[in-house]
């Protein structure tokens, strides 16, 4: 007897879509095609495309030091909720993800909390590039995080023999917050108080490509991988376009939604992130990265704060904002739009992450690979509000916006977790595993 058939669906199986049904027994695809079989349990996809599970790439869930605003639970059920099977969450924790110890703290933490599956990046700091050199069979660990410039929390690496210390010990692949903090102090006088318009002003595209240069020339010089977080300028798509190989990076979906100055105009300090969105120049060749397959990843940097610390005057208002559960209909709704293809989402949010980063049976329809699906209706329309936001910080950028096309369903091991935007069953993610 086989544990799940889900039949009827457009299935997105070796780049096209074709009408199969899929049957999984123990969490595994065990056989895609005509299936007679009979099931504990039938899924009626009809009218539906059923995807590889999901993957958000980037993701703050503020546990341990902030659970006020997040925590790994309520982060898995945002994730679910939007369509997610698995996220890679960050280590800007207080304390910092660090070392071993806490390391391990945190794989405990998440054990029968987490709705979707996980890993977790090792912080980078100063001094801890002995342990950077042995985290190749981590459990759970998806690869090294360093900020190059500063940003929520105290993981701050910035003087260039730290970060060439980071990549000459580095294991596995080094994820960057790439912005020049040298640059960063010098522009602080152009921080306008009570302004956040001021924001892309002091985190400027300078500060932007200058630290982005000096990363590639140094992963370049100790042949090690890269990948470059949240890309925001113009310079650092033409400058990146020239460095592929080693070097691989990510756009997020609110900097190919919202510009400013309309998005300061529109949501003010909410609209507060680093590195910032910028004006329509930049925005627009963000989108040719994608239109011309540029980028490797889409990550929804999903890092919420309450509204009450949102709505402090500027810059006493931290940045960042909640992305897990709207990056599918985000990007569902650029398809429709004509922006990009279901297969390029395909190799940003599932396939580009398994092989830039290990990840082991994920990623693909695939007879023996893992039992896990976002199941969309591309005709489906889906209006984003506050109330519905299943992290805590209770809201989104995007919030009265409408999406064509909706996460209907997400299946993890072989288990529906959501269906029509109700979470269900209980919480037994499982840490990724990687090659």
């Known amino acids: 007897m086989l544990d799940l058939i889900i039949k009827n669906g457009s299935c997105f199986i070796d780049g096209k879509l074709k009408e199969q049904d899929i049957a999984v027994q123990n969490g595994k695809i065990k056989k895609i095609g005509k299936i007679s079989e009979e099931a504990i349990e039938i899924y009626d996809a009809k009218n539906q495309t059923v995807l590889p599970g999901c993957i958000d790439t980037q993701t703050h869930f503020r546990e341990p030091g902030s659970t006020d605003t997040e925590d790994l639970n309520s982060g898995s059920r945002a994730a679910v909720v939007g369509g997610i099977t698995a996220v890679f969450e960050m280590p800007n924790t207080n304390p910092p993800t660090a070392n071993k110890i806490e390391f391990q703290k945190k794989l405990d933490l998440a054990k029968n909390r987490m709705y979707c599956n996980y890993a977790f990046y090792f ?3 100063a001094d801890n590039a002995n342990v950077l050199a042995d985290l190749k069979s981590l459990e759970g660990c998806c690869g090294i995080k360093l900020f190059a410039g500063s940003s929520t929390g105290n993981l701050l690496v910035a003087d260039e023999k730290d970060i060439e ?98 998005c300061y105009d529109n949501l003010g300090s909410y609209a507060q992130m680093n590195p ?24 929804s940097d999903h890092a919420p704060h309450l509204k009450i610390n949102k709505e402090k005057e500027y810059p006493n208002s931290p940045s960042g904002m909640p992305g897990v559960q709207t990056l599918m209909p985000v990007m ?37 690979f893992d039992a896990d699906f976002t199941i969309v209706d591309m005709n489906k329309t889906i209006e984003i509000k506050n109330e519905n936001i299943e992290s805590k910080c209770g809201w989104s950028p995007f919030n009265g916006y409408k999406f064509k096309g909706k996460p209907v369903s997400t299946i993890i091991a072989g288990k529906i977790k959501m269906k029509d935007g109700k979470l269900l069953g209980e919480p037994e993610g499982t840490p990724l595993e990687f090659i």
């Open 332 to 368: 569902l709704n650029h398809i429709n739009n004509g922006k990009l293809t279901l297969n390029q989402l395909m190799k940003l949010v599932c396939e580009n992450p398994v092989k830039i980063f290990g990840i082991k049976n994920k990623g693909f329809i695939k007879e023996e």
């Open 165 to 262: 210390k980071v990549f000459q010990n580095s294991s596995k692949v080094v994820a960057v917050h790439s912005e020049d903090e040298a640059i960063l102090n010098i522009n602080k006088k152009l921080i306008k108080k009570g302004d956040v318009h001021s924001h892309p002003v002091w985190r400027s595209d300078e500060c932007a490509i200058s630290s982005t240069r000096r990363i590639v020339r140094i992963a370049e010089r100790y042949n090690k991988k890269a990948h470059i977080l949240h890309i925001t300028t113009k310079q650092e798509i033409d400058f990146l376009s020239q460095h592929k190989g080693n070097i691989t990076f990510e756009i997020t979906p609110q900097h190919l939604t919202i510009y400013a100055p309309d």
């Open 276 to 299: 910032p969105i910028r004006d329509k120049s930049h925005y627009d060749r963000l989108w040719y990265a994608v239109k011309n397959n540029l980028n490797d990843t889409i990550g």
């Open 123 to 125: 912080g980078a700091t």
